[in-house]
């Protein structure tokens, strides 16, 4: 489907907010170190796009959990080093300025919250942190951020979802009754990216129903639909490659516990093919993202043998921040 550019006119927001002024009227006064803080779906990556198509900047995106130390560089130095190259030009003859997002503020802040501080020196670039919790309002990093704007985003309330819904299918020639729109709003708990993904499946599949999404429902149960074969492709959604990858992982770390010999090795198969897709996201290409959860309930799914009592456990985060144990 065709979605508006990303354009500081398109930016959706709820009516009682002004998020996008807010944001403009900092840059305005030479703020140049953001953080964007708020749930998914809920336009963060968005206005960044569209802040950089509108003011001529480059965007480049940075996801943290792709970030692993080296035998010379920790994470907190890969990081860093990171994203002080990018924030240079690539041309001596170039002098356009660049946006730089980095997504999850929580992984660099329990990585090493220096991080923040380091980049102070940095000037030819617009550095977004993107955070999802209210970690960055821990009192123990509050030091360490002080040179960051905090932007708050919010869900969005139904209304404003389906306004935006109905100029998509207007665009794209959509039939769809009223009725459905209305439940493919309620039903996205406020995430654009979740009304959206409902939408594109109601165009590839046909009449169906929105599924509803309960925020409530731990990992534990979704792994335990996916293990015992009771799970439809659309049972999940991952609204960002770092969601996708975060339930990767989960995955990953219980698949011995629950497949033996040949399945085993075909579901880590599979597997490699969602890291695969996950990474081609990482490039911009997002119309991938709705196969990871064909790919997780369709592929993984459909090999179980039926319902298993399991006690699933979490995964060893620090193998995969790349610290140390």
């Given at each position: 489907m065709e979605y508006p550019k990303p354009s500081l006119k398109n930016f959706i927001e709820n009516y009682d907010h002004s998020i996008r002024n807010k944001f403009l009227s900092y840059f305005e006064k030479g703020v140049n170190r953001f953080i964007f803080n708020g749930p998914n779906g809920s336009g963060k990556t968005f206005l960044a796009k569209a802040f950089a198509n509108d003011y001529d900047f480059s965007f480049e995106d940075i996801n943290l959990y792709?970030?692993?130390?080296?035998?010379?560089?920790?994470?907190?130095?890969?990081?860093?080093?990171?994203?002080e190259r990018m924030s240079e030009n690539g041309s001596l003859f170039s002098s356009q300025k660049k946006v730089i997002f980095v997504e999850s503020a929580e992984k660099a802040l329990r990585t090493s919250p220096l991080i923040f501080s380091k980049l102070s020196k940095v000037k030819n670039a617009i550095i977004i942190f993107e955070s999802e919790s209210g970690d960055i309002f821990r009192s123990e990093y509050r030091h360490f951020i002080s040179d960051y704007q905090i932007i708050n985003f919010y869900r969005l309330n139904s209304q404003v979802i389906e306004d935006f819904l109905i100029k998509v299918c207007e665009t794209?020639?959509?039939?769809?009754?009223?009725?459905?729109?209305?439940?493919?709003?309620?039903?996205s708990r406020g995430s654009l990216s979740s009304a959206l993904t409902d939408l594109e499946t109601y165009v590839l599949i046909g009449d169906v129903e929105p599924q509803k999404r309960d925020q409530e429902e731990d990992i534990f149960s979704t792994l335990n639909r996916i293990f015992s074969g009771e799970g439809g492709f659309s049972d999940i959604f991952l609204s960002t490659d770092q969601a996708a990858k975060i339930f990767e992982i989960w995955i990953s770390d219980n698949l011995p516990s629950v497949f033996k010999g040949k399945d085993l090795y075909s579901a880590y198969d599979l597997l490699s093919y969602i890291d695969i897709l996950i990474k081609r996201i990482h490039a911009q290409n997002w119309e991938l993202l709705k196969y990871i959860s064909a790919l997780s309930f369709g592929g993984i799914s459909s090999m179980a043998h039926g319902k298993v009592k399991l006690t699933y456990r979490a995964p060893d985060w620090k193998l995969y921040y790349g610290l140390k144990q």
């Open positions: 792709l970030i692993a130390e080296t035998e010379t560089e920790s994470v907190a130095d890969r990081i860093n080093n990171l994203i794209n020639e959509i039939k769809i009754s009223k009725s459905l729109l209305d439940k493919i709003a309620i039903n």
